[in-house]
Nanobody, 122 residues
């Protein structure tokens, strides 16, 4: 098993930026990874994914061009750089390990972290 801990959330004005981190501990960090988010009263939705090597990345249409996913395997950490933030990006952001590369469904992810709150004010 691997344990994931997200950090870096906070309150930011619209148009601002934040960088989220997802630190892994436990087993060797050779997982495909993903970020999801969940706003109040809404289902958890896919945000971005990255292959174990970092060579392949994919994004939800709603964040493509504004968010960048990356990873540092030497530090067992995955990042989500968020720019041009909008109020509709407000949510709790979670990272998780993916059963397969390219998945966008939450039931194909495991080892969820506890989440970090991102609030974007207008």
């Amino acid at each position: 098993q691997v344990q994931l801990v997200e950090s870096g959330g906070g309150l930011v004005q619209a148009g601002g930026s934040l960088r989220l981190s997802c630190a892994a501990s436990g087993r060797t960090f050779t997982y495909n990874m993903g970020w999801f988010r969940q706003a109040p009263g809404k289902e958890r939705e896919f945000v971005a994914g990255i292959s174990w090597s970092g060579a392949a990345r994919y994004y939800a249409d709603s964040v493509n061009g504004r968010f960048t996913i990356s990873r540092d395997n030497a530090k067992n950490t995955v990042f989500l750089q968020m720019s041009s933030l909008k109020p509709e990006d407000t949510a709790v952001y979670y990272c998780a390990t993916a059963y397969r590369m390219g998945s966008r469904e939450s039931n194909e992810y495991d080892n969820w972290g506890q989440g970090t709150q991102v609030t974007v004010s207008s």
